[in-house]
């Protein structure tokens, strides 16, 4: 088992910054591929960027050159930093870790962008 936790949610203004973090515990290793969903009211929960081990990572089209993933494999933690938020990335977003057929979620965290 794998448990995810999230935190660095928060409310921002148009055009902030905001870092999301994610600390896994339990079986985690770095064969974990790792990443962040967000799911918005009412709509289906979309990949926001994940990372594998090795460092290869995929970025939505949606957040490509403001949003970046990061991973600390000691740490077990992944981080997304991310800049110039728009009203459109208001959602909860959320931590994932997969492999193979085993996949774990976090409790997610509310970014809210605002004025």
């Known amino acids: 088992q794998v448990q995810l936790v999230e935190s660095g949610g928060g409310l921002v203004q148009p055009g902030g910054s905001l870092r999301l973090s994610c600390v896994a515990s339990?079986?985690?290793?770095?064969?974990?591929?790792m990443g962040w969903y967000r799911q918005a009211p009412g709509k289906q929960r979309n990949l926001v960027a994940l990372?594998?081990?090795?460092?290869?990572?995929t970025v939505d089209d949606s957040v490509k050159g403001r949003f970046a993933i990061s991973r600390d494999y000691a740490k077990n933690t992944i981080w997304l930093q991310m800049n110039s938020l728009k009203p459109e990335d208001t959602a909860v977003y959320y931590c994932?870790?997969?492999?193979?057929?085993?996949?774990?979620w976090g409790q997610g965290t509310q970014v809210t962008v605002s004025s």
């Open positions: 990372i594998r081990s090795g460092g290869m990572r």
């Open positions: 339990g079986s985690i290793d770095s064969s974990y591929i």
């Open positions: 994932n870790a997969q492999k193979r057929d085993e996949a774990y």
